[in-house]
């Protein structure tokens, strides 16, 4: 079965800062997804990037961008010019491309942001 | 509008009481999936569906039925609740013809057992 593991807990950034989250990850499957999700006090669940495992090219979108390092299986998000919006929790996600397709979990980090 | 809708946001019941959590959605996915959300972890599956006909268990169904209403509808039961079972409820959808499948969520369910 696949894990994910987010071993930062807690994270602080000072505002226009880049920060970078952790997120490392288990499995024996060669083709997969990974996603980073953001869960602001308003609790829903926000997709903030995405990425395919077998492109080498990271994601990027506008300010977030993400190490993908498929060998060391590890999926690290980099927040720049991090703004007071961005104060969240971020989960690290995987999904398999095929059977249930359901996402996998790490357990969270919780960002904050200081003015 | 939000394309995923959740009712209620949030419901305290009692212990033995039977409740439904309902999900709709007007994104025109033909996946929908239940998911549970403990205190400081991520969410766990409970129970997926890829079409009207086709339902399954996820990895936390015990407790939990369901039922696919319509394409655009997926409800989540409680038969007899637990306080164990008090947590946030996510309902999500995918689609399986736009490549990575994102699947999108809607804003969660609170529920208290009492």
């Known amino acids: 079965a696949q894990t994910v593991t987010q071993s930062q807990p807690e994270m602080s950034v000072q505002e226009a800062e880049t920060v970078t989250l952790s997120c490392t990850y288990d499995?024996?499957?060669?083709?997969?997804?990974l996603f980073w999700y953001k869960q602001p006090p308003s609790r829903q669940m926000i997709l903030v990037i995405r990425q395919e495992a077998y492109k080498q090219q990271n994601a990027t979108e506008n300010r977030f961008s993400v190490n993908f390092q498929k060998a060391a299986k590890s999926f690290s998000l980099k927040i720049s010019d991090s703004q007071l919006g961005d104060a969240a929790m971020y989960f690290c996600?995987?999904?398999?491309?095929?059977?249930?397709?359901?996402?996998?979990f790490g357990q969270g980090t919780r960002l904050t942001i200081n003015p | 509008d939000a394309d995923v809708t959740q009712t209620p946001r949030n419901r305290i019941t009692k212990t033995g009481k039977r409740i439904m959590l309902e999900c709709s959605q007007t994104k025109g996915h033909d996946r929908m999936y239940w998911y549970r959300q403990d205190p400081g972890l991520g969410l766990q599956l409970i129970y997926y569906s890829f079409d009207v006909k086709d339902i399954n268990k996820g990895e936390i169904s015990d407790g939990y039925s369901v039922s696919r209403q319509a394409q655009a509808k997926f409800s989540l039961s409680l038969e007899s609740a637990i306080p164990n079972q008090t947590a946030l409820y996510f309902c999500a959808t995918s689609d399986p013809s736009g490549g990575t499948e994102t699947q999108y969520f809607g804003p969660g369910t609170r529920l208290l057992v009492l």
């Open positions: 499995t024996s499957e060669s083709d997969y997804y």
């Open positions: 996600a995987y999904r398999s491309k095929g059977g249930a397709q359901k996402l996998v």
